[in-house]
Nanobody
């Protein structure tokens, strides 16, 4: 069983940065998703077991960076140049393995989410 706990959300201005952290990911393929009000849960970024391979949604590429700290057993999401469209609840997710890393149903383990609000 994998128990995930997110932290680091908050309210910021457009252009600011935030760093989200997901604890207790273990040896898993891990990802961040987000869900804005009235919208479906959407893929943001993913990282493999080693931390060497990463994937990003086009909307965050170049602004967000996902990283894994195996010593601390965490997966972080550094978010720079935040925009109002980034406002959402951000969820950490994990799975033993998948090729369909953009699909929420591929992840059996989820955190409870952390709110990120970006104002203009």
């Amino acid at each position: 069983q994998v128990h995930l706990v997110e932290s680091g959300g908050g309210s910021v201005q457009a252009g600011d940065s935030l760093r989200l952290s997901c604890a207790a990911t273990g040896r898993t393929f891990s990802a961040w998703f987000r869900q804005a009000p009235g919208k479906e849960r959407a893929f943001v970024a993913a990282v493999d077991y080693s931390g060497d391979v990463t994937y990003y949604a086009d909307s965050v590429k170049g602004r967000f960076t996902i990283s894994r700290d195996t010593a601390k057993n965490t997966v972080d999401l550094q978010m720079n140049s935040l925009k109002p469209d980034d406002t959402a609840v951000y969820y950490c997710a994990a799975t033993i393995g998948t090729e369909k890393y953009r699909v929420p149903d591929e992840y059996p383990y989820w955190g409870k989410g952390t709110q990120v609000t970006v104002s203009s």
